[in-house]
Structure formats: structure tokens, C-alpha cells
T-cell receptor, first 113, second 114 residues
Framework: GAGVSQSPSNKVTEKGKDVELRCDPISGHTALYWYRQSLGQGLEFLIYFQGNSAPDKSGLPSDRFSAERTGGSVSTLTIQRTQQEDSAVYLC???????????FGPGTRLTVT | AQSVTQPDIHITVSEGASLELRCNYSYGATPYLFWYVQSPGQGLQLLLKYFSGDTLVQGIKGFEAEFKRSQSSFNLRKPSVHWSDAAEYFCAVGAGTGGFKTIFGAGTRLFVKA
């Protein structure tokens, strides 16, 4: 595709359930990032992947959050035992590298009831 | 730890007036600096970036920013604001090993009045 795609666009889940959010980066981009944007807030860094290097997970808020990137392309962010404070828009971005523009996807709006 | 501060939560300017959005960062080395814009219902778009060299950088849509190491600032400017510039503006710093960990400020919402 032409840009970064994310699915689903909206997800409503019950507290305590697990959710998986998917990101398809731009083909050829080596770096992939996940962010969280709560209502009226800035972007909170969660994790990034760069090539075959170990991901930087330093932004993950708790061990309920995990992410993987398969084959250097598609990435999945998993939130286990969701809590109401996990409600936010989760944004994915990709880039050619650190000094290149990050292209953002449209985001997944997660609502935990 | 790296951090980015945007002191102004929102700013209102008249169409045609000049604009300056403030950004201060905290980082031990020379950071990678970015300004992104998020328009209503749209995704984030890069306005400009700074890595090295000339401290005054030009971006898209007539925006520019100046890196001032002594003040740890990277303020965004535009000489004449258009109504279509109304949006949320985010300053960001690329830090950490390799510079990939991108820390965003809380954003400044720009309102433009006729």
C-alpha cells in the first residue's frame, strides 16, 4: 500500500480481555514505532523496532504490553488484561531510519469498558 | 531522561499575523529535532527536522525553526498564518541509542481567527 495501515480502526473491549493491534508499515521501511495518544495528550513512545536489532521496549507502561515484528514487516501490539486506563489511540509509524520522516498510520482507537 | 516541553497548551493568532510556537528539550547530546502537525481528522505530518548544520531550518507550508543549543530550544515560526494552519503542533526529539526513541511534547493547539 501507499502508506502505513493499521487495523482495526476501532476496538471496543471489556476490561480484562486481551487485544491485538496490527500495523503494516510502508514497504522497505526499516524502522517501526508504536505510540499511544490519550485524549488531549501528546504522543507517548511505547516501542520501536529497527532492522534486526533488539527492539527498544523502554516505553511500554507495564508487562501487560508486548509487541513483535515478524519478518521485518508487520507488527502486532498486544495488550493483555486490558484496563480502562488503556483506552487511547494507538499510533504506528515507520521510517527509513532515525533521520528520516516517520510516516504515521491512522491509528486504532481502543475503548475499554 | 530526555524530555520535551511545549509551554503553551493553546495559542490563538489572527490570520495574517506571525506565529511562534515554543519548544524546549532536555537531552545530553545534540538531539534529532522534529516538528509535526496533526490536523483535525488527519494523521501526523512532518513539518521540518534538524540534525546538524545550519541552525535555521526550512520546512513545508512556509514554516521554519531555529535550533538554539544555548537555550535548548527549537521554536517553530511562520511569518503569516493562514486559517488552514489551525491544528495541533508537536515538537519531538529523537534520542536514546541510535536516536530512534522519539519523545514528543504535549502539543500546542493553534487557533486562527479571521
Amino acid at each position: 500500500g501507499a502508506g502505513v495501515s493499521q487495523s482495526p480502526s476501532n476496538k471496543v473491549t471489556e476490561k480484562g480481555k486481551d487485544v491485538e493491534l496490527r500495523c503494516d508499515p510502508i514497504s522497505g521501511h526499516t524502522a517501526l514505532y508504536w505510540y499511544r495518544q490519550s485524549l488531549g495528550q501528546g504522543l507517548e513512545f511505547l516501542i520501536y523496532f529497527q532492522g534486526n536489532s533488539a527492539p527498544d521496549k523502554s516505553g511500554l507502561p507495564s508487562d501487560r504490553f508486548s509487541a513483535e515484528r515478524t519478518g521485518g514487516s508487520v507488527s502486532t501490539l498486544t495488550i493483555q488484561r486490558t484496563q480502562q486506563e488503556d483506552s487511547a489511540v494507538y499510533l504506528c509509524a515507520s521510517s527509513f531510519g532515525r533521520d528520516h520522516e516517520q510516516y504515521f498510520g491512522p491509528g486504532t482507537r481502543l475503548t475499554v469498558t | 531522561a530526555q524530555s520535551v516541553t511545549q509551554p503553551d497548551i493553546h495559542i490563538t493568532v489572527s490570520e495574517g499575523a506571525s506565529l511562534e510556537l515554543r519548544c524546549n528539550y532536555s537531552y545530553g547530546a545534540t538531539p534529532y529535532l522534529f516538528w509535526y502537525v496533526q490536523s483535525p481528522g488527519q494523521g501526523l505530518q512532518l513539518l521540518l527536522k534538524y540534525f546538524s548544520g545550519d541552525t535555521l531550518v526550512q520546512g513545508i507550508k512556509g514554516f521554519e525553526a531555529e535550533f538554539k543549543r544555548s537555550q535548548s530550544s527549537f521554536n517553530l515560526r511562520k511569518p503569516s498564518v493562514h486559517w488552514s494552519d489551525a491544528a495541533e503542533y508537536f515538537c519531538a526529539v529523537g534520542a536514546g541509542t541510535g536516536g530512534f526513541k522519539t519523545i514528543f511534547g504535549a502539543g500546542t493547539r493553534l487557533f486562527v481567527k479571521a
